[in-house]
């Protein structure tokens, strides 16, 4: 099992910035990647950004050049640094922890930018 705990959302105007974070405990060396997805209301939830256990890295089309996903294996952390956001970034953000057999999902943070 694996627990996630989001924490960082609230509500900030457009071209702010928020920073999320995810934290990890339990059976974390089961975990190959670390991703941060989001669903807004009537919208089905896609993937913001993720990041694998070989650092590779992926954004979803309509973040790309603003968010930046990064882990401290430390803190076992991972983070979501939201830049230029715009009131369509508005959202319940999940962080996901991801193994071979399926995944886990954190609370949910809600993000709220106003235009």
């Known amino acids: 099992q694996v627990q996630l705990v989001e924490s960082g959302g609230g509500l900030v105007q457009a071209g702010g910035s928020l920073r999320l974070s995810c934290a990890a405990s339990?059976?974390?060396?089961?975990?190959?990647?670390w991703g941060w997805y989001r669903q807004a209301p009537g919208n089905q939830r896609e993937l913001a950004a993720i990041?694998?256990?070989?650092?590779?890295?992926n954004y979803g089309d309509s973040v790309k050049g603003r968010f930046t996903i990064s882990r401290d294996n430390t803190k076992n952390t991972v983070y979501l640094q939201m830049d230029s956001l715009k009131a369509e970034d508005s959202a319940v953000y999940y962080c996901?922890?991801?193994?071979?057999?399926?995944?886990?999902w954190g609370q949910g943070t809600q993000v709220t930018v106003s235009s």
């Open positions: 996901r922890a991801s193994h071979t057999l399926g995944g886990y």
């Open positions: 339990g059976s974390i060396s089961s975990i190959t990647a």
């Open positions: 990041i694998s256990r070989d650092g590779s890295i």
